[in-house]
Structure formats: structure tokens, C-alpha cells
């Protein structure tokens, strides 16, 4: 490794391809418990700093999982069903 990739790892992280499993879902666990903060606190080159990282490391999860279990209350469809139950009138 040289002085570049060094100084690039330390700005975006380990290239998520090279993570096991296990250190994959915990970079996505950190990420994501620091999205809130990110957003409203950090500069701008903070923030597309976090989306990049972010997409990477969602990238690589679909990849590596691309028939993962989708809850059919989180698809279009589910949604709409969910609709249909609920009350017409506005909860006050």
C-alpha cells in the first residue's frame, strides 16, 4: 500500500468488496446510526462524503445478497394494502 491509498482508506474507508459479511453489516449498522447527525449537522463535504460511503456500502449488500428477504409490507403493493385498512376519516 502506498502513501495514496493510505490517505485514501483513511478518507472513505476500507473498499466494502473486501469486508467479510460481518464487517460489512457493521459498517452498514455505524453508517447509518450516524445518518441523522450527518445530515443535520455536518458541512456539505462531510455529507457527500457519508451518501458516498453510504452508497458503497449498500451497493455492495445488494450484491452480495440479491434475494434477500423483502417484507411485503415494505413493496408498493404492501403499501397500498395498508391503505385500504386503514379508517377514511382523520384520526384527531
Known sequence: MNAYDEW???MTGVDPSRLDDQQLMKELETIHRT???TLLYASNDALRAHNGRM???E???LRRNPRRLVA??????GARERGRGESATPHV
Not at 72 to 77: H, K, L, N, V
Open 59 to 61: 451497493g455492495e449488500y
Open 35 to 37: 445518518r441523522h447527525d
Open 55 to 57: 452508497a458503497e456500502l
Open 72 to 77: 411485503a409490507g415494505r413493496t408498493r403493493e
Open 8 to 10: 485514501e482508506t483513511a
